[in-house]
């Protein structure tokens, strides 16, 4: 909000303070509670109040955060109708008058951005009754002087037309102020019939606008036809063309918006398109090229929604298709980028259509597909370029684009699949998803602490004003050359980090014990890949399996919302039956056939089937045995938001685990979170912990602490959180001084070191579910801070099963060291295998409690299965809501070093190296081979130490320590080997010292030549 404080630096900071505290508290409200919370405020409600309510909106809807800008904007409406109401100074009429004179002066004196300006100012005044007063206004100023009537209808007009603009709120009331306005001018009876007709269409728009807001359609729809009608004989008649072209257009709109609505849609249709074409042809003869392409745009909707009903629907997708044809031509001449993309992907839709057409032959149907794809493909060229054009930075605008233009990966999608190109539909598939999360990832990666160097910036800005000004240029040339605009976009391309991930790269990922499922939820089905180094299958749903998942999902989500207590205790029979409508027993069945060898599974939802524990749903086995899914998988089940951000995540190397940052129950009200803290912690030897009241944001996030967070090794959270699925940047972790907001999580933390974050929370692994196909979750924002791998929970968790959860997790993962996803499997059936004298005898043996501990824990395991009738036999924790909450979002395995793989890495590079490192390190080799030993250990840190100092020699040792991926080919034989001779290896200091002593001449060395070897060139 500071925006807004800096806004309301002119009124009283003590007052302006007071808005924006009550906004707070209206925003951290339970729902219907505002009502109340306003009527205790009412010595805050007035104009000012809800000016700052605007524009806090407009801020948050730039961040991204479109529930609350909207709630936000209904709390501004509310509060204007109650000022309009009561009035203003005790006098509404005065007041309404006060305010349209400020209205017509700053239409006479200023422009459209005038009027919004008094309009935001006083919202309150925005009502109907406004409407009265104009006509009082006309019929007053006309008595006294009735020579000056043309001339007062021109500026009403023009006022009311910038009303009816008016973006910041109070929609509706500004458009019937604006309907009020035109009547009163129409009833004046003295414009030209050129006038009346420009008139008359306005009131069409204002007419059209409203049904299309859903405010009592019917009417207002058969209004705006009865304006646009009588405008468009006063045109004809005239001979207007130009004004009668754009009139015609709007009553096509208005014809087809019937027939949507299923008002005789046949005769509408009929009448939208004899509208269209009569306005395509004055377009055409005039040269209003960029006009026309709207029209023929609009006219091929119309065909596509005949064909739709049934309507002939062969020769009119053949119609629609020429008018997109001929529009898409247009629009590519003209390099108007968004508006092609919106014809491209009405053709792709078009020509699928027309595949489908009965009696097609084998080649039509073909054909059709190939053309759809070709559509599409375009289509999603101009997508593309869209994303980076100027506007296109903001969190908000990213959200709204990518539900926009979602639709034609969908449609591209469904037509690979029909021209049985499954690599490419699994690639848009994978492109489609968390696109956001994946451009910022690669933008961090790329840069140094995330942020783009200026140069580059500033080359990026300038690029981006070049080509909207090449484009607007392109706009007015008659014969416009597109080759310079195509290459400044290529130029921009090249410098921009985000690179699109092909078929071959996703496979590359796998080695030959991992498999990918990965899900997408189309219209009429929901798809499931199965992706493996060597192979690729898709299983495809029926209507009625998609439908059965989504009323599946509405009752899971509705009970955990509204019940918790029902959900909780019915949720192992709810995850019996999903697995049969994923026919997950099919797919998988068909996934061991073919790779008996699997091992380990990535599995990458879509929208909805994040929230869910796929990883725990139950399956029988072909011997009658019950297990789990993740039970088939002894490596492990993980998760990622898609393909791309798994290969970041692969490309973050993480060599060491030894250093951890832990926030420990900052709330002071969760004992067990301190208890897993404090057992934990001595895993690590350099450890920081804040607890308690000293787990502050303010202190996590201090200068101090930054630094030593973009050191850590091991990120560690065990508190209270949520997640905000109406808002998900507001959620968030609770410290002791308030919320760490996923806002502030992706704003601030550089955690470019760290291997893990553990999130030991409720809700830190839900995901916003839209249509914008984001992956928006507290795990994004901890990813997307410089973390591979994020541990965290799918709903509201239980303390003490978390918590000995995760005492197991990490007792195993000490024992496996960097087999995360088998420690947290093994930890998760151990949880709900184990009995209550399990337990007590773990509390026992333990390596990981101290004698204090295990003194400290006997009453609380004493009391375990007191009440049950099994007693010591009772499982406490076997219900799948104690054990499958906790999953791993991005890299499944920690590459975390051994002392002797980080000597064998220096070594090997300091053999490959031998002659430059000598050269420019001798001394400090020597320096180094002091301090080496026999103790690994010791040796291992006194290198790291050593290459730490030495930037470009510390990259490449990370880089010799990563492991190695493999790169498959579909040729090529096997190879034959020879055995080297065995022999004792000298030990690296004396490795060093022979080195040193053997190049003296260390400004001149050169390698000797070797008869087997080509001599290495300049």
């Known amino acids: 909000m500071g925006g807004a404080v800096s806004w309301c630096a002119a009124m009283d900071e003590q007052r302006s303070q007071a808005y924006l505290s009550l906004i707070q508290e209206l925003l951290d409200c339970p729902g219907g509670e505002e009502q109340q919370i306003l009527n205790g405020h009412l010595e805050l409600l007035d104009e000012g109040f809800v000016q700052v309510c605007e524009l806090v909106a407009a801020q948050l809807q730039e961040a991204g955060q479109e529930n609350n800008a909207g709630f936000l904007r209904n709390v501004a409406q509310q509060v204007g109708a109650y000022l309009a109401s009561e009035g203003t100074g005790g006098n509404q009429q005065a007041a309404l008058e006060d305010f349209w004179l400020q209205l017509l002066q700053a239409e006479n004196e200023g422009d459209t951005a005038a009027v919004h300006q008094v309009m935001r100012q006083n919202m309150g005044l925005i009502v109907p009754n406004l409407g009265d007063v104009i006509a009082q206004f006309v019929q007053g100023v006309l008595a006294q002087n009735p020579g000056q009537a043309e001339g007062v209808a021109g500026l009403v007009e023009n006022t009311c037309i910038s009303i009816r603009q008016f973006p910041y709120g109070r929609y509706a009331e500004a458009l019937e102020i604006a309907i009020r306005g035109y009547g009163v001018v129409l009833d004046l009876g003295i414009y030209s019939p050129e006038g009346r007709a420009q008139t008359l269409t306005n009131l069409g728009v204002a007419r059209l606008t409203q049904a299309q807001m859903g405010i009592n359609p019917a009417a207002h729809l058969e209004s705006a036809i009865t304006a646009y009608d009588e405008a468009a004989g006063i045109m004809r008649r005239l001979g207007l063309d130009k004004d009668l072209s754009s009139t015609l257009n709007n009553l096509g709109v208005a014809r087809s918006t019937q027939a949507e609505m299923g008002i005789n849609p046949a005769?509408?249709?009929?009448?939208?398109?004899?509208?269209?074409?009569?306005?395509?042809?004055?377009?055409?003869?005039?040269?209003?090229?960029?006009?026309?392409?709207?029209?023929?745009?609009?006219?091929?909707?119309?065909?596509?929604?005949?064909?739709?009903?049934?309507?002939?629907?062969?020769?009119?997708?053949?119609?629609?298709?020429?008018?997109?044809?001929?529009?898409?031509?247009?629009?590519?001449?003209?390099?108007?980028?968004?508006?092609?993309?919106?014809?491209?992907?009405?053709?792709?839709?078009?020509?699928?259509?027309?595949?489908?057409?009965?009696?097609?032959?084998?080649?039509?149907?073909?054909?059709?597909?190939?053309?759809?794809?070709?559509?599409?493909?375009?289509?999603?060229?101009?997508?593309?370029?869209?994303?980076?054009?100027?506007?296109?930075?903001?969190?908000?605008?990213?959200?709204?684009?990518?539900?926009?233009?979602?639709?034609?990966?969908?449609?591209?999608?469904?037509?690979?699949?029909?021209?049985?190109?499954?690599?490419?539909?699994?690639?848009?598939?994978?492109?489609?998803?968390?696109?956001?999360?994946?451009?910022?990832?690669?933008?961090?990666?790329?840069?140094?602490?995330?942020?783009?160097?200026?140069?580059?910036?500033?080359?990026?800005?300038?690029?981006?004003?070049?080509?909207?000004?090449?484009?607007?240029?392109?706009?007015?040339?008659?014969?416009?050359?597109?080759?310079?605009?195509?290459?400044?976009?290529?130029?921009?391309?090249?410098?921009?980090?985000?690179?699109?991930?092909?078929?071959?790269?996703?496979?590359?990922?796998?080695?030959?014990?991992?498999?990918?499922?990965?899900?997408?939820?189309?219209?009429?089905?929901?798809?499931?890949?199965?992706?493996?180094?060597?192979?690729?299958?898709?299983?495809?749903?029926?209507?009625?399996?998609?439908?059965?998942?989504?009323?599946?999902?509405?009752?899971?989500?509705?009970?955990?919302?509204?019940?918790?207590?029902?959900?909780?205790?019915?949720?192992?029979?709810?995850?019996?039956?999903?697995?049969?409508?994923?026919?997950?027993?099919?797919?998988?069945?068909?996934?061991?056939?073919?790779?008996?060898?699997?091992?380990?599974?990535?599995?990458?939802?879509?929208?909805?089937?994040?929230?869910?524990?796929?990883?725990?749903?139950?399956?029988?086995?072909?011997?009658?045995?019950?297990?789990?899914?993740?039970?088939?998988?002894?490596?492990?089940?993980?998760?990622?938001?898609?393909?791309?951000?798994?290969?970041?995540?692969?490309?973050?190397?993480?060599?060491?685990?030894?250093?951890?940052?832990?926030?420990?129950?900052?709330?002071?009200?969760?004992?067990?979170?301190?208890?897993?803290?404090?057992?934990?912690?001595?895993?690590?030897?350099?450890?920081?912990?804040?607890?308690?009241?000293?787990?502050?944001?303010?202190?996590?996030?201090?200068?101090?602490?930054?630094?030593?967070?973009?050191?850590?090794?091991?990120?560690?959270?065990?508190?209270?959180?949520?997640?905000?699925?109406?808002?998900?940047l507001d959620s968030g972790l609770l410290l002791a001084d308030g919320i760490l907001t996923l806002e502030n999580i992706i704003a601030n933390l550089n955690l470019s070191n760290c291997s893990l974050v553990t999130l030991s929370a409720c809700e830190t692994g839900q995901v916003a579910v839209d249509q914008t196909d984001e992956y928006i979750s507290l795990s994004s924002g901890f990813i997307l801070a410089g973390s591979p791998s994020v541990l965290v929970s799918l709903w509201s968790v239980n303390q003490v099963s978390t918590?000995?959860?995760?005492?197991?997790?990490?007792?195993?993962?000490?024992?496996?060291?960097?087999?995360?996803?088998?420690?947290?499997?093994?930890?998760?059936?151990?949880?709900?295998?184990?009995?209550?004298?399990?337990?007590?005898?773990?509390?026992?043996?333990?390596?990981?409690?101290?004698?204090?501990?295990?003194?400290?824990?006997?009453?609380?395991?004493?009391?375990?299965?007191?009440?049950?009738?099994?007693?010591?036999?009772?499982?406490?924790?076997?219900?799948?809501?104690?054990?499958?909450?906790?999953?791993?979002?991005?890299?499944?395995?920690?590459?975390?070093?051994?002392?002797?793989?980080?000597?064998?890495?220096?070594?090997?590079?300091?053999?490959?190296?031998?002659?430059?490192?000598?050269?420019?390190?001798?001394?400090?080799?020597?320096?180094?081979?002091?301090?080496?030993?026999?103790?690994?250990?010791?040796?291992?840190?006194?290198?790291?130490?050593?290459l730490q100092q030495r930037q470009d020699l510390y990259d490449q040792y990370t880089a010799k320590l990563a492991p190695r991926k493999r790169t498959l080919s579909l040729s090529g034989q096997k190879g034959v080997f020879k055995t080297k001779p065995t022999g004792k290896d000298n030990s690296l200091a004396d490795q060093i010292e022979q080195a040193v002593k053997n190049n003296t001449n260390l400004g001149n060395s050169d390698p000797s030549p070797d008869q087997n070897r080509e001599k290495p060139q300049s």
């Open 267 to 728: 005769a509408n249709l009929e009448s939208a398109i004899a509208a269209y074409d009569e306005a395509a042809g004055i377009r055409r003869r005039l040269g209003l090229d960029k006009d026309l392409s709207s029209t023929l745009t609009n006219l091929g909707n119309a065909r596509s929604t005949q064909a739709e009903m049934g309507i002939n629907p062969a020769a009119h997708l053949e119609s629609a298709i020429t008018a997109y044809d001929e529009a898409a031509g247009i629009r590519r001449r003209l390099g108007l980028a968004r508006d092609l993309a919106t014809t491209l992907n009405n053709f792709g839709f078009a020509y699928k259509a027309q595949s489908r057409l009965a009696g097609n032959s084998s080649t039509q149907k073909q054909q059709a597909l190939e053309n759809a794809y070709r559509s599409f493909q375009e289509a999603l060229e101009r997508v593309e370029y869209l994303r980076g054009e100027i506007g296109a930075d903001s969190e908000g605008y990213k959200r709204n684009f990518n539900e926009e233009w979602n639709r034609v990966y969908r449609g591209m999608v469904e037509v690979c699949l029909e021209l049985g190109r499954y690599q490419d539909a699994i690639e848009y598939v994978d492109r489609s998803k968390a696109r956001n999360l994946v451009e910022l990832m690669a933008t961090r990666d790329a840069y140094p602490g995330g942020v783009i160097p200026e140069n580059i910036r500033q080359q990026l800005q300038q690029l981006k004003i070049a080509i909207a000004q090449a484009e607007r240029r392109l706009q007015e040339e008659t014969n416009p050359d597109y080759s310079h605009l195509n290459l400044l976009r290529q130029q921009k391309q090249k410098i921009e980090p985000y690179k699109p991930l092909h078929f071959q790269a996703m496979q590359e990922l796998l080695d030959e014990e991992t498999a990918i499922l990965e899900w997408y939820i189309l219209p009429g089905k929901f798809l499931t890949f199965t992706l493996t180094a060597e192979s690729l299958n898709l299983w495809t749903s029926s209507e009625e399996d998609r439908q059965h998942l989504i009323d599946w999902t509405n009752t899971y989500i509705n009970d955990y919302r509204r019940d918790n207590s029902q959900w909780r205790d019915s949720l192992p029979q709810r995850l019996e039956t999903l697995a049969p409508i994923l026919h997950l027993d099919e797919i998988l069945a068909n996934l061991f056939k073919n790779f008996p060898t699997c091992q380990k599974l990535i599995l990458i939802p879509h929208r909805y089937l994040h929230l869910f524990p796929l990883h725990a749903l139950p399956f029988a086995t072909g011997e009658g045995e019950g297990k789990f899914l993740q039970d088939l998988f002894p490596k492990g089940v993980t998760y990622a938001p898609n393909c791309q951000l798994l290969q970041q995540a692969q490309n973050r190397q993480r060599s060491h685990f030894n250093q951890l940052f832990a926030i420990q129950n900052p709330t002071a009200d969760l004992d067990w979170a301190d208890v897993e803290i404090q057992i934990i912690r001595t895993l690590f030897p350099d450890r920081n912990t804040l607890a308690g009241n000293n787990a502050t944001t303010a202190k996590l996030l201090d200068e101090q602490r930054q630094e030593i967070l973009s050191q850590t090794h091991h990120l560690f959270f065990s508190c209270h959180a949520a997640f905000n699925p109406d808002s998900p």
């Open 803 to 946: 918590a000995l959860l995760l005492i197991r997790t990490y007792e195993l993962l000490q024992q496996q060291p960097g087999q995360l996803a088998q420690s947290l499997q093994a930890a998760q059936k151990w949880l709900r295998e184990t009995t209550v004298s399990g337990f007590e005898q773990w509390r026992q043996q333990c390596p990981l409690f101290s004698q204090e501990w295990r003194e400290a824990l006997q009453p609380v395991f004493a009391q375990m299965g007191q009440n049950q009738e099994e007693g010591i036999n009772h499982r406490p924790y076997q219900s799948p809501y104690h054990w499958a909450a906790f999953c791993i979002v991005g890299q499944e395995e920690q590459a975390m070093a051994t002392d002797a793989k980080k000597i064998a890495a220096f070594t090997a590079l300091l053999q490959e190296n031998l002659n430059n490192w000598i050269a420019k390190h001798g001394e400090s080799l020597l320096e180094l081979q002091q301090q080496l030993g026999d103790d690994d250990e010791k040796d291992a840190a006194a290198i790291e130490g050593w």
